[in-house]
């Protein structure tokens, strides 16, 4: 028996040493295997020529069909080569020939490292050689790899203001290369300042786009980009709010939920999760009994003696212990379910790095591009609900709220530090935005905000 375990075991040894001393050259076939398919993609689609999506062989659907694969590639090209650094870093590919053929009764697989080692290592440099050429038409000078974007994003934080909506220019599926500076061809609003006023530089502006032989055809495009960005940023809003409410529904009520209700069957499980509970507990008990005892004397029912009265009210309490419990439970589940949540709203944001430039796009353009009027009402609604006068009340309701939610002792005292101090950070932010941007960007709103709030 002994036998039999010790020679099993050293069985799994070599196994996994086989396995850590096949790591690199694994590696190095994988990333050689993505950067042959890039290959194959150039020749066969592009000419032999770099995969971009300024190419005019193809439409653009199909042009980012391919900027796809070439990103899912470099990917695995670049995970692979990170693997094999560091797993060469342990295993030196030099010294494996020698480990390998030991392992022989392992399978017929160690048959192909019986090369030598000078030729293994004319074969991984070769390897690794063509990777380094197929990289390089996608790598920058600094090192950096071509970022391929439906839509480009300006470096400013306003992307336009309501008045340059029409003039939009072509910034669709443009590579967004660091050896050549991002910069959208539209001039954003906190860069507008000139000598003249901005209302004749449009009318000249309009009367030159008008005379334009392709301004149909730029009308058509700038409606094309406004729409993706529109389609993308309003997936990704979906995509923010669905994904935290499943995952926290799901993992509730099929994961969450099961686990701790097994784990609670046949022990003496918390009646009472905190104090709150338990006094509202015990003011739900009391008030049944005091109605009983007021019907039984006002005659409102019929005469129930005083033993009759205690062994209802006693009933009531059984009852409201399995209740109390019940929830008690739920906080417990509420507590794990959320945490759960949180972390898939954290992946997706993780995951989701060009949605997020594309949404702060969209965003700016709505905000920016509302009028006046519509700008300072906003401002004012939000201040007045969230740091005005009567937000107290509210910030008490969704604290109490939260708090019963997860099972949580309401603290007065934490209560009112956060309705003394969060409020406080959210005005000085509102009112910073207004002096750092909407001030600079659109002055007759902040005119209009401050007349309507006084």
Not at 80 to 109: I, M, Y
Not at 158 to 172: F, G, L
């Given at each position: 028996m002994l036998l039999t375990v010790f020679t099993q075991l050293k069985s799994y040894f070599l196994q996994a040493n086989q396995w850590l001393y096949g790591t690199p050259e694994r590696s190095l076939d994988q990333a050689y295997q993505a950067a042959l398919k890039i290959k194959a993609i150039e020749d066969e689609h592009f000419g032999g020529k770099k995969i971009s999506l300024n190419s005019n062989e193809y439409g653009k659907s199909v042009t980012s069909y391919f900027v796809a694969d070439l990103k899912k590639y470099l990917n695995i090209v670049n995970l692979r080569l990170t693997e094999f650094k560091a797993s060469r870093s342990v295993v030196n590919l030099s010294e494996q020939n020698p480990a390998r053929r030991n392992f022989n009764s392992l399978g017929d697989q160690t048959q192909r490292y019986s090369m030598s080692g000078r030729e293994e290592s004319s074969i991984i440099i070769e390897k690794l050689n063509f990777i380094d050429e197929v990289l390089a038409?996608?790598?920058?000078?600094?090192?950096?790899?071509?970022?391929?974007?439906?839509?480009?994003?300006?470096?400013?934080?306003?992307?336009?203001?309501?008045?340059?909506?029409?003039?939009?220019?072509?910034?669709?599926?443009?590579?967004?290369?660091?050896?050549?500076?991002?910069?959208?061809?539209?001039?954003?609003?906190?860069?507008?300042?000139?000598?003249?006023?901005?209302?004749?530089?449009?009318?000249?502006?309009?009367?030159?786009?008008?005379?334009?032989?392709?301004?149909?055809?730029?009308?058509?495009?700038?409606?094309?980009?406004?729409?993706?960005?529109?389609?993308?940023?309003?997936?990704?809003?979906?995509?923010?709010?669905?994904?935290?409410?499943?995952?926290?529904?799901?993992?509730?009520?099929?994961?969450?939920?099961?686990?701790?209700?097994?784990?609670?069957?046949?022990?003496?499980?918390?009646?009472?999760?905190?104090?709150?509970?338990?006094?509202?507990?015990?003011?739900?008990?009391?008030?049944?009994?005091?109605?009983?005892?007021?019907?039984?004397?006002?005659?409102?029912?019929?005469?129930?003696?005083?033993?009759?009265?205690?062994?209802?009210?006693?009933?009531?309490?059984?009852?409201?212990?399995?209740?109390?419990?019940?929830?008690?439970?739920?906080?417990?589940k509420n507590v794990l379910a959320d945490t759960l949540s949180v972390v898939a709203f954290a992946g997706v944001i993780f995951t989701s790095k060009e949605d997020i430039r594309v949404l702060k796009s969209f965003i700016d353009e709505v905000v920016y591009g509302l009028s006046d009027s519509a700008k300072a009402f906003i401002i004012i609604l939000f201040t007045d609900i969230f740091v005005g006068y009567h937000s107290p009340h509210g910030w008490e309701v969704i604290l109490k709220g939260l708090s019963r939610h997860l099972g949580l002792p309401e603290n007065e005292e934490f209560n009112f530090l956060f309705i003394a101090t969060f409020p406080v950070i959210l005005d000085t932010i509102f009112k910073y935005w207004i002096f750092r941007y909407l001030n600079r960007i659109s002055p007759s709103a902040v005119a209009t905000y401050r007349n309507m709030n006084e």
């Amino acid at each position: 028996m002994l036998l039999t375990v010790f020679t099993q075991l050293k069985s799994y040894f070599l196994q996994a040493n086989q396995w850590l001393y096949g790591t690199p050259e694994r590696s190095l076939d994988q990333a050689y295997q993505a950067a042959l398919k890039i290959k194959a993609i150039e020749d066969e689609h592009f000419g032999g020529k770099k995969i971009s999506l300024n190419s005019n062989e193809y439409g653009k659907s199909v042009t980012s069909y391919f900027v796809a694969d070439l990103k899912k590639y470099l990917n695995i090209v670049n995970l692979r080569l990170t693997e094999f650094k560091a797993s060469r870093s342990v295993v030196n590919l030099s010294e494996q020939n020698p480990a390998r053929r030991n392992f022989n009764s392992l399978g017929d697989q160690t048959q192909r490292y019986s090369m030598s080692g000078r030729e293994e290592s004319s074969i991984i440099i070769e390897k690794l050689n063509f990777i380094d050429e197929v990289l390089a038409r996608y790598t920058s000078k600094k090192g950096k790899k071509d970022s391929y974007s439906l839509v480009t994003i300006p470096k400013s934080n306003v992307v336009k203001v309501e008045e340059e909506n029409i003039e939009k220019k072509r910034v669709i599926y443009q590579p967004i290369s660091s050896t050549q500076e991002t910069v959208a061809d539209v001039e954003t609003a906190t860069d507008k300042t000139g000598i003249l006023p901005r209302s004749l530089l449009r009318t000249f502006t309009r009367i030159k786009r008008e005379l334009d032989p392709q301004a149909e055809d730029e009308v058509i495009k700038n409606f094309r980009t406004s729409k993706i960005k529109t389609v993308i940023s309003i997936k990704f809003i979906l995509l923010l709010i669905l994904v935290p409410l499943l995952t926290q529904q799901v993992t509730k009520n099929f994961l969450v939920g099961p686990i701790v209700d097994r784990l609670s069957i046949g022990k003496d499980a918390e009646i009472f999760l905190n104090v709150d509970l338990e006094e509202e507990a015990f003011m739900d008990l009391e008030r049944f009994e005091k109605e009983l005892k007021f019907k039984n004397l006002i005659g409102l029912g019929p005469k129930i003696s005083e033993e009759e009265i205690e062994e209802q009210v006693k009933n009531k309490a059984i009852k409201m212990k399995e209740e109390y419990a019940d929830k008690s439970i739920n906080a417990i589940k509420n507590v794990l379910a959320d945490t759960l949540s949180v972390v898939a709203f954290a992946g997706v944001i993780f995951t989701s790095k060009e949605d997020i430039r594309v949404l702060k796009s969209f965003i700016d353009e709505v905000v920016y591009g509302l009028s006046d009027s519509a700008k300072a009402f906003i401002i004012i609604l939000f201040t007045d609900i969230f740091v005005g006068y009567h937000s107290p009340h509210g910030w008490e309701v969704i604290l109490k709220g939260l708090s019963r939610h997860l099972g949580l002792p309401e603290n007065e005292e934490f209560n009112f530090l956060f309705i003394a101090t969060f409020p406080v950070i959210l005005d000085t932010i509102f009112k910073y935005w207004i002096f750092r941007y909407l001030n600079r960007i659109s002055p007759s709103a902040v005119a209009t905000y401050r007349n309507m709030n006084e």
